[in-house]
């Protein structure tokens, strides 16, 4: 079992910067690829990063790439999304998951779930 707790969010103005984190419980996060989702009223689950187990290999979603960049250490359990040039559309609910080994895009391949951090980005 895997608890996942997200912080960082908050109320950015647009051009901003956040990061958000997130800590795993558990003694096998290494083991974990892990990975941002978000989610904004109305709208369906939308993969923003992953990184793998040993941080070897990362994917950002097209929304996102060159402005989000993910990132994990290993011995804090921890995961980071450093999120620069926020955007209105960036508005959302950020969660953190954590998966098998392999860097999976799909929300279904991901066992557990934070309960994630809002994110409101003002023009």
């Known amino acids: 079992q895997v608890q996942l707790v997200e912080s960082g969010g908050g109320l950015v103005q647009a051009g901003g910067s956040l990061r958000l984190s997130c800590v795993a419980s558990g003694r096998t996060f290494s083991s974990y690829a892990m990975g941002w989702f978000r989610q904004a009223p109305g709208k369906e689950r939308e993969f923003v990063a992953v990184i793998s187990g040993s941080g070897g290999i990362t994917k950002h979603g097209d929304s996102v790439k060159g402005r989000f960049t993910i990132s994990r250490d290993n011995a804090k359990n921890t995961v980071y999304l450093q999120m620069n040039s926020l955007k209105p559309e960036d508005t959302a609910v950020y969660h953190c998951?954590?998966?098998?080994?392999?860097?999976?895009?799909?929300?279904?391949?991901?066992?557990?779930w934070g309960q994630g951090t809002q994110v409101t980005v003002s023009s």
């Open positions: 998951a954590a998966g098998s080994s392999a860097v999976y895009t799909k929300p279904a391949s991901y066992n557990y």
